[in-house]
């Protein structure tokens, strides 16, 4: 592997209030030099849960997606706040999106969306053993929750409303999971 | 399912060479207000091509990532060109990054990477037949092309450099694809 590129400048070039951007002069190994942009997230980055009603039902939600202007099939996720760790953010963001916690939650695994230009991380976090329980969110619409089968995944993504990259990556994870879990328990 | 909001306004708010940030005034149907930040992307999309070297074998690239800082290990994508559409896209960016072209290439899936703040899209394409070809590349420095057999999907994800999203998705979808193909010829 080789030796990583050295950041010789860093420099903000724009900034609004979701957004900051850098440009970066790299020089790599082999001596070319070279300028980056990359957005830099503001947050302490994001988590998305994978709320399990029973072993083979997922909870998702279909909310507004102003990138796209349209409504999107996805898991349940949103920024960590300050002061919050990954597993109390997972239960909360569950709590305001699809009114549950969970009694049990298990960080996955941390995923990168476009690692070329963005530092941001998104902690996958299982949870099981639901509970209803309902906080106020910061949705400007009621949230519809849409329970749908793992064993139906296939299906799923043959709409054209579920997309989201680190959702679908997460709901084959937690698929071959619980398959997993289910061969060892028969 | 609730009618989608209205945009009573777009401002452009920064623009740099790469990102363009969009803000919106959105209505809700339910009458609520809200101002909303999103990304434009440039491009007329992306491409992720899955290059399969045999029924389990996929070639993965490991490249600088100047968002996080580190290589990242992943399938191949880029941009699509101006005049080009996505199946020759997925093959050109092959033959930069990893030296094959595919005389098989069919597109699975159009994944979204942030669907709430960004309206980019990338497009999954599997290849197959793949046959020795290089073009040169636009990349500063050599790609390290690295074989992984699908069947080991999950000690893959266990490595800290193979974390983005799309690439874990699509590598998901064309395992399940490859294993009900061969019980299909069986």
Redesign the interface.
Same mark, same amino acid.
């Given at each position: %592997? $080789?030796n990583?590129?050295q950041?010789l400048s860093v420099k903000t070039?724009?900034?609004?209030?979701?957004?900051h #951007?850098q440009? +970066?002069e +790299?020089e790599?190994?082999?001596g #070319?030099i070279?300028h980056?942009?990359? +957005?830099i997230t503001h947050s302490a980055g994001a988590v998305l849960a994978v709320p399990m009603l029973d072993a083979d039902t997922v909870l998702l939600i279909? @909310? *507004? $997606? $102003?990138? #796209?202007?349209? !409504? @999107?099939l $996805?898991l349940p996720k949103g920024r960590i706040e300050v002061d919050e760790d990954i597993i109390t953010a997972a239960d909360r963001e569950m709590m305001e999106e699809v009114g549950y916690g969970a009694k049990k939650l298990t960080l996955l695994?941390? +995923?990168?969306?476009?690692?070329? *230009?963005?530092?941001? &991380?998104?902690h996958i976090v299982l949870a099981e053993a639901l509970y209803e329980q309902r906080l106020p969110g910061d949705e400007?619409?009621?949230i @519809?929750v849409v329970p749908w089968r793992l064993s139906q995944l @296939?299906e799923l &993504?043959q709409r054209d409303e579920c997309?989201?990259?680190?959702s679908?990556?997460a709901l !084959? %994870?937690v698929r071959?999971l619980m398959q997993k879990k289910q061969l060892n328990n028969d």
């Open positions: %592997m $080789a990583k590129p950041i070039i724009a900034k609004s209030r979701l957004f #951007v440009a +970066l +790299l790599f190994s082999n #070319v070279t980056y942009e990359r +957005l279909r @909310e *507004y $997606a $102003a990138g #796209v202007d349209r !409504y @999107e $996805a695994m941390s +995923l990168t969306s476009a690692p070329g *230009y963005s530092s941001q &991380l998104t400007p619409e009621a @519809e @296939e &993504l997309t989201e990259a680190r679908i990556a !084959y %994870m071959d």
